[in-house]
């Protein structure tokens, strides 16, 4: 074939591209209500938010899928990508992070009592990290079907419950009443956990398999802390400490959640090594 050949322009229909990608779809969904053009940039940056949450959640969902399977090539590839992954949906803020109150408050009004808390994806993607909440489905019960994915995923083991199961596998002495715990509750931190995972770093080989998907989590939760992080400033620069749309408390439950562990003992038993 000549290097000189030019592509094929002529189609039939719609081209191969569009077929795939879905590009006038994605870039018909645009619906601003306001007139300030900074809005434009807050919804797109929101929608872009929303599929990065939609192949992370899919990322763990193949990970978790694969430590039920004992397949730890597959589970820690899954998990390395969802890293980069949570590096761009991290710097999808950069957009947002220098709003003034002034140029927020110019569209505000536009979300009405919309906020995004109330979105579902995220809130699968807090669930497979282990912060389940039976209250965070009331907000869905309009949309059946996501309401049903939601409540499915609320019943399911989460990424760490799959990890955990995977450890007494192999012979560490996760307790029994973290195994078979309520798995629609909150997971909450374990002594016994963090002895088991001190035992893991302790250890003589430091390339096993138990320290490289601990580590593999270690990075997803640095990374989620970090999107946290950046949400709360990017909230109080905005908004300061006003109440949050939808009725959240903004910054003040933004910071609540910042403080917060993602993987708890992975953490804490870095202390006991």
Request: cysteine-free.
């Amino acid at each position: 074939m000549s290097h000189d050949a030019a592509p094929n322009l002529d189609f039939a229909g719609t081209t191969p591209y569009e077929d795939y990608v879905q590009a006038d779809v994605l870039t018909h969904l645009q619906k601003t209500l306001s007139d300030d053009p900074g809005e434009m940039v807050f919804l797109v940056t929101t929608q872009v938010m929303e599929l990065w949450f939609t192949v992370i959640v899919h990322e763990w969902e193949t990970a978790a899928r694969a430590l039920r399977e004992d397949d730890l090539p597959v589970a820690l590839a899954a998990l390395k990508r969802s890293t980069y992954e949570l590096e761009s949906l991290n710097a999808s803020w950069k957009p947002l992070a220098h709003l003034t109150p002034a140029q927020f408050n110019a569209y505000r009004s536009a979300l009405g009592e919309g906020s995004g808390f109330q979105s579902a994806m995220y809130r699968r993607m807090e669930f497979l990290l282990g912060e389940k909440s039976a209250s965070m489905l009331v907000p869905h019960r309009g949309a059946p079907r996501v309401h049903a994915e939601l409540e499915k995923a609320l019943h399911e083991p989460s990424l760490y419950d799959e990890v955990l199961r995977l450890l007494a596998r192999r012979g560490l002495p996760v307790p029994s009443s973290v195994l078979e715990r309520d798995l629609s509750q909150k997971y909450e931190p374990s002594e016994d956990v963090e002895k088991v995972w001190a035992a893991v770093y302790g250890g003589e080989d430091q390339d096993s398999d138990m320290v490289r998907i601990g580590e593999a989590l270690t990075d997803v939760g640095e990374l989620v802390w970090r999107w946290r992080n950046d949400h709360l400033v990017a909230t109080r620069r905005a908004m300061g400490s006003k109440a949050g749309t939808g009725g959240s408390a903004g910054v003040a439950w933004l910071e609540k959640r910042a403080r917060k562990n993602v993987f708890p003992e992975l953490w804490t038993a870095r202390s006991h090594v």
